[in-house]
Each structure stands twice: as structure tokens, then as C-alpha cells.
């Protein structure tokens, strides 16, 4: 069974354990050559200057290419490294660089020479990163909220977007020529008497430019081959002659076959996160768009191995890449995570099964790789082969949190809903983790933009809108609890106040989307998503054929169970006071009576239990979300996007243990500072009651409107799969869960608590244990103690 | 409306019948099996010591009908085990119409020492029987009970005799029925029965913590748990016989 998927070539063996092996570093090289481009080019356009910067660091940047590889291209002057943008944000680099390497979970090395090189470019950048110029452009209200930390967005000043997947097919079939020219031909019919021809035409030159530079990126690699194949070996001579002839051709010219393809893929992928250091650039559909290039390489000979081998290198080309962000971002972030996004299966725009020989090869070269990247999603939809989907079981049985599930019997038709055409409905992917988008026409953040704690705001509204842990007055109060003499009164201020707050992180979103377009827009990146280049506007400006956004939420559960413990202890069974619960609250239960009190708040219904009590409360509470979202336009509004819009979506990634961390003792029973729930999952432990129950509670959510994805995990021990029959039993467990309860997402973790437990004990010993912390696979070994906690202590669904 | 004592109803079984089953575990029982794995059934119905607590059938239906849409796809249903299940047979008859009036497959564990009128009246609203055989000597039977197995054997009878689908389950107990001579004798009278279905069930320590809780005597505490392994040529000499074997639910 262990070995279904079968082994690695030794090569690619190899390779994994010298990524697995590296202790990370910071990378100074693109700060240095960025600073450098931004001197030089102070007077220019900001999209020209962005173009310059790509230029200067493309041509100038190390390059190198790993003995055992066969697909080139690094990201920074070592693998693994990570690299410095520091036109985002310089302040908590400078404050944090002798901490890189003190830190508890994602640490990085950092030489003394880096530190003064920072330290030296530092001054230049003061006032002119993203973060100084947002924070700077924060209406005063929005700022306070900011400062708090009841919604947080500093991802989203402190970094670029991506979080989308660009035109990888027209790259491949087409090349990166067939742009320049169409380029070059609108630039010369542009009159530029024409207010709107003026602006497009720096986009248009800055576009020639970072062509040009990807050109000779790649010649870069051409010639290091060609070079290297000199002293090489004579197998490794012909190898390197070949990457050589390669990169000579791709990404310029079409792919002909699978290697050109997988190169020309590879080199878009990685110079995307060059430019930007955004997070969550996802590969789409692969299966899909790899198929020609699959097809004509077997035809021509290529065997399955030296498929699978290829596909194996190109994951571990995904583990290269890296990114450092700050400690206070990297909480909410755990694992430094990259979701690397790759989706296979689903159905064909007319409803036939996706999957084919290549979809198969992913599973398997994945399944051998078993690394956090890339981000393995498959469409599920009704008429998925159940061969295929008892692969998928086997490799869930694996234990590395893959793949998840996304299924398309919600998702095509709540992308309909939002406007989505039929044929781009049917070819979404997924982007990073859960949430979803169309590959190549969707602008960026199809999710990922602010987080607004639930259970605090909650918290808030009852406190007469004065946040408990700060003692700051947030927004306009509308009571407190202890005058509160109905439940109808508790609602009414959580509804008011979470409009509120709401309306407060739209301004926060709306605020950091217009600094982003002023000063960091992405050049190749908006070349290569429609329809940018026909309107002439970059993404920011509204370039996509499509841009709707979702924010997300931490605490879901937390929510509805405080308010099922509040209806029931204290207004319908009278068993608590207002006054002793608030005070139960405010000094987190402290004291025997303070215990006893808690213990009868645990007693109440929770969610996850398919009990309608309290999953009635958690639908009620997330309605007002639900509607006052879709009232906000985003920042592309008007300007050319179908959409333009916010809705709602619910991966909240590992944000649950920070937020958490800054709440205050919850009327659920949760503690002050203990983990608040993940996504839409249940709050820790509190689903007694199995798979099946979590699966109803869930179901009663109105998933079709929280399009920007309802992620849910699901924890079973490996023992529990061992036999056949049992992993069929998942199969239909899934099925109905998607079928017949429209569900949206789900994923697997199995892994034993034992086996945890001892990964924290003696991490050496387990350098390749992956876990899904919420969403994605990240190394067990890097993450906090804290969040490793936390993840012990979810409740392992017995299966 | 009957009203009867449920000590758990258990969503997502997997090991008591076809597909995605809930358990419902009745309270009460007229064994006592010294190697029982839940000795909190064995407490009486509305016995203060108990969790159990009191349903009336209808709170139960609505209970195990929420989990509809699983058994539909998997083709599972509902399994009423315990404890014993005949010791609220008015109850758990109601139950069962109930049950079928709403389409859902129904199984039943039983150890089948009861009247054969309630079990045979029982059984035919039901899809599924397992039935257990602990040990083929009566005196043996008695020793590790508390009862003879004259009743069960006559139900076992009267059930392969039926039609209904059946399983026949033997709890194998180290040092009590787990000599190959006992699979002998076991599979020589389940001949004389015409039983065609059996399963093996290896002894297992999951309740061995019950009874702290229950500050109850163990006669069994820190004895080996059993595995399929072990039961390797014991399950052989039943297929010797012609009788399908299998280990575990």
C-alpha cells in the first residue's frame, strides 16, 4: 500500500532531501538591484519604474542551476532564501533583522553583511514603501481599527496581491513573442492626444521592457547550461545542452512538447514571484492546459517515468521559492507558506470528465514528492470515476493534508451567480487554498483580503462598542449586555455592530487597493491576465475580464456558540445572571465560581452537532455579513471588470490562533487568549459527535453565497483507513457531503496524536511531517508551539 | 408513545453493517459477560449511575434520521445494539415500525437470550441480524454470563431457518474460547444449525477504562488484546466447515 505511488529517481530523491536540509536564509540581492532601479528611475512613470526594476533584477540577480535538475530558474541567490522587496515595506525588517533567527516557528538565517546592507539601502525607502504610504492614507477611524487589530489587512500593505493564476496556456501555446508584438502594434496606433492612450502607453512600453528582461532571464540560463555542460559528465552534458536549447527557445516561442512546456511554465511562475512578493500565485488548471504538450512528448517517446520525473522536479522548484514576512504577519501565516496553488480534475465546459492521463501523473508524482507545495486541489463533481477518487483517498491516506477537495457542484453555480460566464464557470480553479477564481481573467484576491475577528466584535457589541482587552472605544456603542433584556437586543447589536465594523475594513481594503495601484503595480503579471492588455490598464486599474473580492473571518463558531450559550443559559433557562456572566467574561472565568460558570456555558449547544439550536444562531450571525458585504464595490468598480464587488468567503488560514490570542474570554466558554475556530470548521473539540454531524452543521450554511470559499478540515488517524471497505465508506461520506449537501470544500488530515505529540519532542526526527493547518500543508517542525497546540488539540474524527 | 433508556446514539459507524450506520446503543442487559466492553449498559434502566437517558421513540427517530442523506448514498441505515436491545421491547418494536415507515435499513446486535416469540416478532421489522454465540457449552456459557445459550441457540435456529439476513458473531476471548479446539466445536455446532455466516470478533481493551469510572471490578484488566493476526488458523478450521468466516465487523 506505501508504495502505490512509487519512488522518486534517486536524483529527485536527491534534491528533496538538500531542500529539506536547508536551513533558510534572508536574500539581499533584489533589495540591493530594486533600490538601485528606483534610484535610477525616480523621474519615470510608476508602471515604467516597476517595468526597470523587473529589468534590473532579472539581468543582474544570481543564477544557478541544481546538479540534479532538469527545470531551471531560482528566485533568490540560494534555494530556499528569501528574498527582500522593499518598495512593500522596510520598518519591521529593520526592527526585525536580528530576530530572523531567535524566532519560535519560521526562522531565517541572516549574515552580518546582509544586515548592513539592509541597514544601508533602509534610509532611502523611509516614507516611500507601500506601508508607510497606506498607513499615511488611512482615514483616522480606519486606522484605529487597524492599530487594534480587529481587522487586520497588514498583509495587505506590507506585500503584493497575487493570489490569482495568469493565461499559462496562451504563455505556453503562444509565447511571451506573440505579446510583445501585439504590444507594439497597439503602442503604434496610439494617439496619443487621447487622455486614456497616454496612460496605456507607459503600461504598453513598460510591458515591452520586462519582455525583453524575461528574455534575457532565460538566455541567462541558456548560456549557464551550455557552459556548465562543458565540465559536466557526459549524461549531465546532454541534459544541460538540452536545458540549454530550451531556454534558448521558451518562454519567447510556443512549447512544442512537455519538457519546453514545463520550462516555459516554470520561468512565468517563478519571474511572477520576482516581481512581487504576493503569495497564493496558483498554477490553475494543469491538467488541462499541459495536455497537448503531454500528449505530443508520449507520442514522440517520452516515457511515463521520465513524465513523473519531470513533474517531481517542477514540485520541488515550487519548495525553492520562498518568502519572509514579518513576525506579527507571519502568526496569522504559518509555515511560510507560498500556496503554490494546482488544481486538476472537474469537468469539461460540457460537463464531461476532466480527468486524463496526465490528471493521474500529478496525483502520482505528488503523491511521491509529498512536500507543502504546490497546494494540491481536485474539482470534485458527481460524475467524478470513483478509480479516481479512491487514488485520492490513497493518497489522503498518506497523511500530508492532500489533496483537498473542492466540488464543483456549488461552485460553478455560485460563480454563475456572480456573474461569471458558463465556460469560465466551468474552468475555475482554485487559488492558494479553498477560495476560487478563472485562471488568466480573474484579477487578484478573489480572497485574501482584510480578517474581521468575529468573536470580538461580538465582544464589542456588548460592551457598548469599547473593545474589553484594549479598553478602546472602536466604533458607536449600542448598549451593554447587562441592560440587555432579551436576546432580540443581544442580535440587534451584533448586527449593528458588525455592520460597523464591516463598512470599516471595506475602507481599510479600499484604502490599501488604491495605494497599491499608485505605487506597485505588476507588470508581467497583468500582461498575462485578460483583458488587461486590450484596455490598457494594469490590474489594479481594472484590467480584468473579472474582479470581485472577498475579505474573510476568523471565528465563525466561536460566534454562533457564544450566542446559542447566551440564548439558552441566560435568557431562556436563567441559569447565569448578566451581571455574574459579564463578569465570568471580563475576568476570564477566574475563581471557582468563575470554573462552574464556565462549565455550564460548555453545556450549551455548539456547532458541528447538527443541533438547529445553535447552527440556526451561527447562519443568523453570518447573514449580516452576507448582507452587508454585497453593499461594497471594490477599487476597479465602473472601470471596465464584470463585478467590481466584495462577497463573502471563509478561509481564514492559521489567523484563528493569533485573533485568538488578542480575544478576550468568550461567552462559549473559550478562555482569553486560546485559539478562536478555523474557516468554518466547528471550534476546537467541541464536535463530539463525527464526520457526519459536521458535515450537516456546515451544510446549513448559505454556502452558494460565501462564493470566496467555506473551508472546512476534517482530522482522521491512518489507522482508521487501513482497510478497503472503510476508505469506500469515506468515499460516499464525501460524496453525500458534496452531493446531496452542497458541500464546498473539505480536506484530510490524517495524522495520529501520537505521532504529533512526538514530532514535538523530537523534531529531527520528523523533517518531512506535513500538516494542513488550515487550508494548506505546512512542515509540523517549523510551525509555533503554540499552533502545533492547537492542532493537537482538534478533535480527531474517528472514522 | 413508548419511552425507553438510549445510553449513546453514535453517528458514523462503520463496523456494524453495510455502509454509513448509526448506532443506538440501548440500555440494559440480562448478560453479564465479565470481559463486556461496556459495562455501563449493564446498569439497569434508570439507574442514577447511568448517562443514559430517557427517549421517547420519536425523539430517537428524529435523532437517526439526520443522518438520512449518508445512509442513502452508502447504502447504510440504523443499527440498534446496546446493552440488549429485547430488554425494551416494547420500545424498541415501536422504534423499529417507525423506523421502516420512514424507509431506513435496520440492523440489530443481539446476544439472543430472549423470548423466541419477541424475537422472532422483532426480527421480521428489521433488514439485518447479528446475533451473538459466546460460547457452544451451556455450562461454559453460564461461567462467562451468567446464562446458559439454550435460548440463544433456538433463536440462532429459528433464525437461519427464516430467511433474514444474518451474521453470526463469537466474541473470541483469550483463555475462554479461543482454543482451536474451541473454533472446532464451535464450527461442528453451527453446522448442526445450518449457520452459513459467521464473524470473528478479537477481544479488545477499548473499555477496559469504563470500569475505573465505574469503580467496577474487571476480571479481565490488562489482558492482551487480540488481532486479526491471531485469528488467522482459528477462522481457518470455520471454512474447513463451509462456513464463511470473517474477522472483525
Not at chain 1, 98 to 125: A, C, V
Amino acid at each position: 500500500m506505501e508504495n502505490y505511488f512509487g519512488e522518486m529517481t534517486p536524483r529527485i530523491q536527491k534534491f528533496r532531501n538538500n531542500l529539506l536540509n536547508t536551513t533558510p536564509k534572508i536574500c539581499t540581492e533584489r533589495a540591493v538591484l530594486t533600490t538601485k532601479a528606483y534610484r535610477e528611475h525616480e523621474m519615470d512613470q510608476v508602471v515604467l519604474k516597476r517595468a526597470y526594476m523587473v529589468k534590473e533584477v532579472l539581468e543582474n540577480m544570481s543564477v544557478y542551476i541544481e546538479p540534479e535538475t532538469l527545470i531551471v530558474g531560482n528566485q533568490a541567490s540560494e534555494n530556499r532564501a528569501a528574498p527582500i522587496f522593499p518598495e512593500y515595506a522596510m520598518d519591521w525588517v529593520i526592527k526585525e533583522l536580528d530576530e530572523f533567527e531567535k524566532r519560535n516557528g519560521d526562522r531565517f538565517e541572516i549574515s552580518e553583511e546582509n544586515k548592513q546592507i539592509l541597514r544601508e539601502i533602509y534610509p532611502y525607502w523611509k516614507g516611500r514603501t507601500l506601508q508607510d504610504k497606506a498607513y499615511a492614507a488611512y482615514p483616522e477611524s480606519a486606522k484605529t481599527i487597524y492599530d487594534i487589530g480587529i481587522i487586520r489587512n497588514e498583509g495587505n500593505i506590507t506585500s503584493g496581491d497575487a493570489h490569482l493564476a495568469v493565461d499559462y496556456e496562451s504563455v505556453l501555446k503562444y509565447g511571451l513573442k506573440a505579446v510583445r508584438d501585439r504590444v507594439q502594434r497597439i503602442l503604434e496606433s496610439l494617439d496619443y492626444t487621447v487622455y486614456e492612450n497616454m496612460k496605456s502607453s507607459y503600461f504598453y512600453k513598460a510591458i515591452l521592457i520586462v519582455i525583453d528582461a524575461v528574455e534575457s532571464f532565460a538566455k541567462r540560463y541558456s548560456e549557464l547550461a551550455a557552459k556548465e555542460a562543458e565540465r559536466a559528465e557526459p549524461v549531465r552534458a546532454a541534459e544541460l545542452l538540452k536545458v540549454s536549447k530550451i531556454c534558448a527557445r521558451v518562454p519567447m516561442e510556443g512549447a512544442r512538447n512537455f519538457p519546453e512546456a514545463m520550462q516555459s511554465l516554470w520561468f512565468i511562475h517563478l519571474i511572477l514571484q520576482i516581481e512581487s512578493n504576493g503569495h497564493s500565485l496558483s498554477f490553475g488548471r494543469f491538467d488541462q492546459y499541459m495536455l497537448p504538450y503531454y500528449e505530443a512528448s508520449v507520442k514522440a517517446g517520452m516515457k511515463r517515468e521520465e513524465i513523473l520525473e519531470l513533474l517531481e522536479n517542477l514540485w520541488l522548484k515550487t519548495l525553492t521559492i520562498n518568502k519572509v514576512r514579518s513576525w506579527g504577519h507571519t502568526r496569522f501565516a504559518a509555515g511560510s507558506p507560498m500556496y503554490q496553488n494546482i488544481t486538476i480534475g472537474g469537468q469539461t465546459a460540457d460537463g464531461k470528465d476532466a480527468v486524463n492521463e496526465l490528471t493521474k501523473l500529478v496525483l502520482v508524482s505528488i503523491g511521491r514528492t509529498r512536500l507543502p507545495q504546490p497546494n494540491l486541489t481536485v474539482r470534485y463533481f458527481a460524475g467524478m470515476d470513483e478509480d479516481f477518487m479512491r487514488d485520492c483517498i490513497r493518497m489522503i491516506k498518506l497523511g500530508f493534508g492532500m489533496p483537498a477537495f473542492n466540488s464543483d457542484e456549488i461552485i460553478i453555480p455560485a460563480l454563475e451567480a456572480l456573474g461569471v460566464s458558463k465556460e469560465d464557470a466551468y474552468n475555475y480553479s482554485a487559488i492558494g487554498c479553498v477560495e476560487v477564481g478563472v485562471p488568466g481573467k480573474w484579477g487578484y484576491r478573489c480572497t485574501g483580503m482584510s480578517y474581521l475577528n468575529f468573536p470580538k466584535t461580538l465582544m464589542i457589541a456588548l460592551n457598548d462598542g469599547v473593545d474589553l482587552t484594549t479598553g478602546k472605544k472602536i466604533c458607536k456603542g449600542v448598549g451593554k449586555f447587562t441592560d440587555m433584556k432579551t436576546f432580540d437586543e443581544v442580535m440587534a447589536a451584533w448586527d449593528k455592530t458588525a455592520r460597523m465594523l464591516i463598512h470599516q475594513g471595506v475602507i481599510l481594503d479600499n484604502c490599501a487597493d488604491m495605494v497599491v495601484e499608485q505605487e506597485v503595480p505588476d507588470i508581467l503579471c497583468s500582461a498575462l491576465v485578460k483583458d488587461c492588455i486590450g484596455r490598457g490598464k494594469h490590474l489594479k486599474e481594472g484590467g480584468a475580464v473579472y474582479d470581485m473580492i472577498s475579505q474573510l473571518q476568523v471565528g465563525v463558531a466561536n460566534l454562533g456558540d457564544s450566542l446559542a450559550a447566551l440564548k439558552k443559559c441566560v435568557y431562556e433557562e436563567k441559569l447565569l445572571t448578566r451581571e455574574e456572566l459579564w463578569d465570568a467574561l471580563v475576568n476570564d472565568f477566574a475563581g471557582e465560581r468563575g470554573e462552574e460558570i464556565r462549565q455550564i456555558l460548555l453545556k450549551a449547544p455548539k456547532y458541528g452537532n447538527d443541533d438547529d439550536y445553535v447552527d440556526e444562531l451561527v447562519v443568523k450571525g453570518y447573514d449580516t455579513y452576507l448582507d452587508e458585504i454585497k453593499k461594497y464595490k471594490n477599487t476597479r468598480y465602473g472601470r471596465g471588470p464584470i463585478g467590481g464587488n466584495y462577497y463573502a468567503g471563509t478561509s481564514s488560514v492559521a489567523a484563528n490562533v493569533p485573533q485568538g490570542a488578542g480575544t478576550c474570554a468568550t461567552p462559549d466558554g473559550r478562555h482569553a487568549g486560546e485559539p478562536l475556530a478555523e474557516g468554518c470548521s466547528p471550534a476546537h473539540s467541541m464536535d463530539t459527535h463525527g464526520p457526519t454531524s459536521v458535515f450537516k452543521s456546515v451544510s446549513k450554511l448559505r454556502t452558494k453565497e460565501i462564493a470566496g470559499g467555506v473551508l472546512l478540515n476534517q482530522k482522521v488517524t491512518p489507522q482508521v483507513l487501513s482497510e478497503q471497505k472503510d476508505c469506500e465508506k469515506l468515499s460516499m461520506l464525501v460524496r453525500t457531503f458534496f452531493d446531496v449537501l452542497h458541500g464546498y470544500h473539505v480536506q484530510y488530515n490524517v495524522v495520529s496524536r501520537e505521532t504529533l505529540l512526538d514530532a514535538q519532542k523530537h523534531p529531527e526526527n520528523y523533517k518531512d511531517l506535513i500538516v494542513r493547518v488550515a487550508g494548506y500543508s505546512a512542515f509540523f517542525t517549523v510551525l509555533s508551539t503554540q499552533t502545533q497546540n492547537d492542532i493537537i488539540a482538534r478533535t480527531e474524527q474517528v472514522l | 408513545m413508548q419511552k425507553g433508556y438510549i445510553f449513546n446514539i453514535q453517528k458514523f459507524c462503520l463496523h456494524d453493517g453495510a455502509g454509513i450506520r448509526t448506532d443506538v446503543f440501548f440500555s440494559g442487559c440480562n448478560l453479564r459477560c465479565r470481559w463486556c466492553a461496556n459495562p455501563e449498559s449493564q446498569l439497569p434502566c434508570g439507574d442514577e449511575r447511568s448517562e443514559a437517558k430517557c427517549y421517547t421513540t420519536e425523539e430517537v427517530l428524529r435523532e437517526v434520521l439526520k443522518d438520512e442523506v449518508f445512509y442513502k448514498k452508502s447504502g447504510g441505515g440504523v443499527t440498534l445494539t446496546g446493552g440488549e436491545v429485547f430488554m425494551q421491547y416494547e420500545f424498541a418494536m415501536e422504534l423499529c415500525q417507525k423506523m421502516h415507515a420512514n424507509g431506513l435499513n435496520i440492523a440489530i446486535e443481539t446476544a439472543g437470550a430472549v423470548d423466541p416469540e419477541k424475537f422472532s416478532a422483532l426480527v421480521n421489522q428489521l433488514d439485518f441480524v447479528f446475533i451473538d454465540c459466546k460460547h457452544y457449552d451451556t455450562q461454559k456459557h453460564r461461567q462467562g454470563t451468567g446464562i446458559g445459550n439454550e435460548l440463544i441457540l433456538k433463536n440462532i435456529s429459528w433464525l437461519v431457518q427464516s430467511g433474514k439476513a444474518y451474521t453470526v458473531r463469537i466474541p473470541v476471548i483469550p483463555g475462554y474460547n479461543d482454543s482451536l479446539s474451541d473454533a472446532k466445536a464451535f464450527a461442528e455446532l453451527f453446522v448442526k444449525l445450518g449457520v452459513k455466516e459467521v464473524q470473528l470478533l478479537p477481544f479488545h481493551q477499548f473499555g477496559e477504562k469504563k470500569y475505573e469510572k465505574l469503580n467496577k471490578k474487571y476480571d479481565y484488566k490488562g489482558v492482551a488484546q487480540l488481532h486479526k493476526e491471531d485469528l488467522k488458523e482459528y477462522k481457518e478450521l470455520f471454512c474447513a466447515s463451509k462456513i464463511s468466516a470473517a474477522i472483525g465487523g
